[in-house]
Every structure is written in C-alpha cells, then in structure tokens.
C-alpha cells in the first residue's frame, strides 16, 4: 500500500465579464392552504464562468428552492413572485424568469444549458433502468446523436467522472452501484449536454468523506476544465471553506451576508455567519479532553467485544468453498469502560453499523463474543442468550438511530413514542408512564406539554431529541447511537452532542458512537476505533487519532476531512490509501 500526495487546480482572476448567470431580486411564494409562505425574497447574486459561489445556510434557509427555481422546478403551488434570472451567452441575455414553463427555451435551458446534480442519487436515478439508458437519455434529449454516438458518448461521460471500466458499468442498475459511484452517474448525465453553468445540491451529504473528498475534487476539476458557473448548496462551512471562491449566506429566505471566502471567514459581519462559523469551528475541539478529569480507561469495563466476525453468504457451495461470502466485520475485538465514549468511524461500507447491530444481536455475529458486565461476578455472555433472554439486556443498552424523520412512528404522539420502552417493558400505570415521559422530555429539553403532539410538529433537532428521551426511557447503562447527528445541521448537531454529553454527565452512561463525521467524534469521544473493510485498523485516544495517526488509511481518512479555514484547505491536498 501507498499513500499519494492530491493537490488542487491553482485559482484564476475573475472579472465580471465573466458572469454566466446574474439573479436580481428574486423573490418566491409558495401558496399554502391558509397562508402564503414567503420562501425567498429579494435574493441577487452571480455565478462567474470558471468559479463556485456556494450558497449556505440551515434547513428551511431557502437555499435549495434558490437553486431550483434557476431552471424553474420549483412546486406547482410555488412562483416567482418578483426578480429576474438572466442567462448570458453568445447570444442575447435571456431572462429565465419570464419563460413560459412549457416553452422549447426554457426546455432547452434545463439540463442544456444548466445541469443539475440532486441531493440524494439513490432516489434521483431509476431502480428499473440501466445506468446507462439514463445517461444516454439526457445526451439524446440535448444533442442530434444517434444511438450508437449517444451511447459512446455516454461512456466517455462516465470515464470522465472517473467510474472504472465505463463499457461494462454502462449496463449496470442502480443497485449495482455504490453511493460515490451513484453521484458519480448523476455528475455524467449533468454534463451530458456541456452546460455552462452546474447547480450541486447538497451533492455530498449522504457520503463518507473520502468519497465526498473525491466527489467534490471531481467536480472541482471538472468545473475548471470545462470553464463552467458553478452554484455549490450546502450546509457545511468545512466543505464551503475548501471549494468556494464566493459565498452567499442564507436566513429565513434571504442572503444575510455575501463576499470572497476569505471575507467571510474570516471577517464575518452578520451575527448569523458568525453564528454558523462558530458551530462549525467547536467541532475542531475535543470537549471530552476539556472536561474529563480521569483516563476512562482506568475505569471497569462495560461491554467488550472480542474477535467478533459477521459472514454474509457463507453457505457451501456444491463444489465446495464459499466464494461469495462477504466479511462485514472482520475478528475485532475491544473495550468499552464506564462512562467512556468509544468513537467507531471509517468509510461507507467499512463494517462500522454491522459492528453496532452485532454488539446488539440485532444482527447475529458468525463468530466471538459480546460480553457484558466481563470483569464483574454478574458477566453475561450476550452471545449465548435466547431470544427471550435478549430482553433484559436489551433495557441496559439502547440504539439511537440515524434519521429522525425515518425513525419516529408519524401516527403516534410523543407521549407514545417516548412511552412505549415503558410499556413494552412491563409498565402499566397510565400516571407513572405519564410522569416517566415528562421528566424525559424535560431532560432532552423539550416542554412536556408538547407531549400530545406528533412527530410531524417537530423540526429536525427536536425529533433527534425525542429519539434520545425514548432511548432514555429504561435507564440504560450503554447508548448506541448510529450516526445520530448526520441528517442535522451544524450548529442542531452541536446542541445535539452537548446535550448527549450533558445527559451522560448525570447519567453516568457510556456510548458507543458510530459515525463517518470525524469532527463529530473528535468533539464527542474519548477514544476512537477506525474500521477498514470489516477489519479494526487503529484504536487509540481520540486526539490522537484525529491529529497524530499512525496507520496509512487513518491517515488518509483524517486528511479527507474538510478544514473550516479558506487559508488552510486540507481536503483537496489530501493523502489517497491505495491497498
């Protein structure tokens, strides 16, 4: 294996004859049934040939209905209320604004001459088509080639974006593709028709960050090459930090604050920015190594997993062996102490929530052992219990899952999700369940007298909290929680995290973490276990870990991160693990 150096394309002059594509005072309403909502208003920026403006801000900012309606895609009970979108070219400036929706030009323009690439590629390509068939469809759509041409014009599209032997992917499904090379197929069919100008959508939220190093230096370079405009929506000040040339900053509709990267970074004029800034910075710090005042590795083992292995496929064939077989987790084994928080990180598809699952039994491991409570006279051999049994140990170690939307049940009100462990567990008394469920929600800080309400009358932040004040519920001794803070925003994400630590401070509970967001668990761990292909590569302190590695891949992991400096970008100077 080797490590190889990955450096950026040096930055150009710009002018302002090189604007692509200039918004004027674009305003947009969104017709509700008892209100008219005002998603946007009097936004103006411009997109420069060769350049990315990245446009942030939180949920709900309006950064991404900005960007839609720039090809007029926005929702029917939605219009533009007031501004113009002026396209330039070698032609006469056409005024996107004032198209009709159904118009040749305005069809031309979509895909055309403004491609776009969607948030999340799983739901965006097409379960029942080839990759290809799509990809060739947007070429069709914006260009005179035949089939034969489109087709080899696809397959140079998706070489481009760099997806290994293109003529044989070409015919693959979706599902035969990974997240990084799904975002990579969404890039090609953008670039179908050679736009002048890409709008990226939160183009790397779903991924690790080495594929969204990858993805994002991709682009970059792609961009360059090409000479196009580029409009980057994100929420993160890491990835807006190594990627931008200018920023807009969205609040509640409107473009609170504009500039050169540097600018605003570091000299922020609006509270907001600053406000953003802030969160985002914090994750750079351990608070863990702040506030602790002991090794938590002095301290008596909780849980410890040793050489657990999880086969998928592993039935013998007729011929003996089992070539199909896929190792999720690999033999790894550690510790978890009392009060401690382990960190489990690595790249999609590293073996990191199979490990969680397995600790859990959710998913059944091949081989090893959990073992609960291993140096005390009441050790549980977690491996060897029934299913029955599972139930007990199931009340002392809890899951908080990922996505608060996905995970709160929208026909139960909070008093019955938080209440159910409760119940499920043996509870009867309505008045003792109702109680349980107050003093939750007051620990999670929420108001318990939102507590008939459904998950639907909450933000994302407030349902992740519901998730904690359920997880809560039996008093358990060990969380898990499985990329709880990867569907927030920032500055929600930092709440969220000193709220779990507040809660374990008077708790005395130990956590599990698993993420793919190194900033995350170096504010939130004490030690960190970094997996590799089902295999545990490194295990150490968390600052160690994410300042001083010592393994190849640790080192190219920690090097993927995004640094929230313009001055100093890491992400697009970083080191590749080659195996």
């Not at 929530?353 to 052992?369: A, D, F, Y």
């Not at 509870?427 to 318990?448: F, H, M, T, W, Y």
């Not at 080192?555 to 313009?566: C, Q, W």
Request: charged share 25%; net charge neutral.
């Amino acid at each position: 294996m080797h490590v190889a150096q990955v450096s950026a394309a040096p930055d150009a002059p710009q002018t302002d004859a090189d604007v692509v594509l200039s918004v004027d005072h674009l305003s947009l309403d969104f017709r509700l049934r008892n209100e008219v909502l005002h998603a946007a208003r009097d936004v103006s920026f411009k997109l420069r040939r060769g350049k990315t403006l990245c446009l942030v801000g939180e949920s709900g900012s309006g950064k991404s209905v900005t960007a839609r309606a720039l090809m007029r895609i926005i929702d029917r009970n939605g219009a533009i209320a007031n501004g113009s979108i002026t396209l330039y070219g070698d032609g006469q400036p056409i005024d996107i604004a004032q198209l009709d929706e159904r118009s040749r030009a305005l069809l031309a323009i979509r895909g055309g001459r403004i491609g776009l690439i969607f948030q999340e590629p799983m739901s965006s390509l097409s379960p029942v088509h080839t990759i290809g068939s799509q990809v060739i469809e947007a070429v069709r759509l914006h260009t005179d080639l035949g089939k034969a041409e489109a087709r080899a014009r696809a397959i140079e599209l998706l070489r481009q974006v760099e997806i290994p032997n293109p003529e044989q992917m070409i015919d693959r499904y979706t599902f035969e593709f990974s997240g990084g090379m799904r975002q990579r197929a969404m890039i090609a069919m953008a670039l179908a028709a050679n736009p002048e100008v890409l709008i990226a959508d939160e183009p790397t939220t779903a991924l690790d960050v080495t594929t969204q190093a990858e993805i994002l230096d991709l682009i970059k370079r792609l961009q360059v090459s090409r000479g196009m405009a580029m409009l980057l929506i994100t929420h993160d000040m890491g990835v807006v930090a190594e990627v931008a040339d200018e920023v807009a900053v969205m609040h509640f509709g409107r473009i609170v604050e504009s500039g050169p990267v540097d600018e605003i970074f570091h000299d922020p004029k609006h509270d907001y920015t600053r406000r953003l800034l802030n969160s985002t910075v914090k994750l750079e710090q351990n608070r863990r190594a702040a506030t602790r005042t002991e090794n938590m590795t002095d301290r008596p083992v909780v849980l410890s997993a040793r050489n657990i292995t999880k086969t998928y496929g592993a039935a013998t064939s007729w011929f003996g062996g089992n070539k199909h077989a896929l190792t999720a987790v690999d033999n790894v084994s550690f510790d978890l102490h009392s009060g401690e928080n382990l960190g489990i990180v690595g790249e999609s598809g590293s073996g990191k929530t199979t490990l969680g699952r397995t600790l859990l039994r959710i998913v059944e491991p091949t081989s090893g052992q959990i073992l609960f409570h291993p140096d005390s006279p009441e050790q549980l051999d977690i491996t060897a219990l029934s299913k029955r049994q599972l139930r007990g140990f199931h009340r002392q170690v809890r899951l908080i899952f990922q996505d608060p939307f996905a995970s709160l049940n929208p026909r139960m009100t909070v008093r019955d999700i938080v209440g159910d462990p409760l119940v499920v567990g043996g509870q009867r008394n309505s008045k003792a369940i109702e109680d349980r469920v107050c003093e939750l929600l007051e620990l999670v800080g929420l108001d318990p007298t939102m507590r008939e309400r459904y998950p639907h009358a909450f933000s994302g932040g407030q349902r992740q909290r519901i998730g904690i004040a359920r997880a809560l519920a039996l008093d358990p001794k060990i969380i898990i929680a499985d990329e709880a803070t990867a569907a927030l925003d920032v500055s929600i994400r930092a709440q969220i995290l000193d709220l779990l630590l507040d809660v374990q401070k008077r708790l005395d509970l130990s956590f599990i973490f698993i993420s793919h967001d190194i900033s995350v668990v170096r504010y939130f761990c004490d030690r960190v276990a970094v997996m590799h292909r089902g295999k545990l590569v490194e295990l150490g302190p968390a600052e160690q870990i994410c300042t001083a590695p010592q393994e190849a891949y640790t080192k190219s992991l920690i090097s993927a991160v995004p640094n929230p400096d313009p001055r100093n970008k890491r992400m697009l100077h970083r080191t590749r693990f080659t195996a």
